[in-house]
């Protein structure tokens, strides 16, 4: 689909069809495609959770205040902030040098660099949330790309999603987004302001 077509026909799905299918490969070929999103450092501060099993399904669906769509949807994606990404700094500055983009003398200073800017928790989790939207982002738009309709969500208690999928420490909820077949038939994009009242060039 052409890009601002895909942009204005993403919509926020509010019934799916509880019939609606999705299977393990298209699921993991969109999740594919979330990942090809940008990250600060490249640290990719994302896991994505499947919820493909109705009674899992079921259980997330309570732990987000009773969504309905979250049942319905074929899959609903968990999409977790990762804190610990910049242990990865190795593995990001290998590829860099490997790609011509870090000369190899400079490869610890780049891993020092990302130790000492995410020794705080507080940067941790922002840049997490930054880069798990960014990934959710792409979700969608890849889903919608490949026929699927999606909704992203953070109506759910974080604590209630933690203990039902036994979420390691490191990783938090940042969205859930549901995928599956919408019901409706498409409808036209909600109210947007207008680029003039969203806009201000070179400062306030
Ligand atoms: C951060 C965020 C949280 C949201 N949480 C929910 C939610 O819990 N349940 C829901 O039905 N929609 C949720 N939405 C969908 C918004 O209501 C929707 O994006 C907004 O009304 C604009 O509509 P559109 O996406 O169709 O353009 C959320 C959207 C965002 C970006």
Redesign the pocket.
């Known amino acids: 689909m052409e890009l601002n077509q895909l942009l204005e026909q ?3 799905v ?1 019934n799916f069809d509880p019939a609606g299918q999705i299977s393990r490969e298209q699921l993991e070929s969109i999740i594919q495609a979330a990942t090809s999103a940008p990250s600060a450092y490249n640290l990719q501060h994302w896991h994505f959770l499947a919820v493909t099993d109705k009674d899992r399904k079921l259980a997330l669906k309570q732990a ?1 205040y009773n ?1 309905q ?1 979250i049942e319905d949807a074929a899959a609903a994606v968990v999409v977790l902030g990762d804190l610990k990404a910049f242990e990865k700094a190795g593995l990001i500055a290998d590829d860099l040098s490997a790609k011509g983009y870090l000369p190899e003398a400079y490869k610890d200073n780049l891993i020092n660099t990302l130790h000492n800017a995410y020794s705080n928790e507080s940067t941790q989790r922002e840049e997490a949330i930054r880069a798990a939207s960014f990934a959710a982002m792409t979700l969608m738009l890849a889903a919608k790309n490949d026929g699927f309709g999606t ?6 208690d974080p604590q209630a999603v933690r203990e039902t999928f036994n979420i390691p420490a490191h990783l938090f909820p940042v ?2 987004v549901t995928i599956g077949q919408e019901l409706e038939e498409t409808r036209p ?2 109210f947007r302001q207008s680029v003039e009242q969203v806009t201000t060039f070179n400062g306030f």
């Open positions: 993403r919509i926020s509010n987000a969504q769509k909704c992203p969500m953070t109506g759910f969205l859930i994009q909600k």
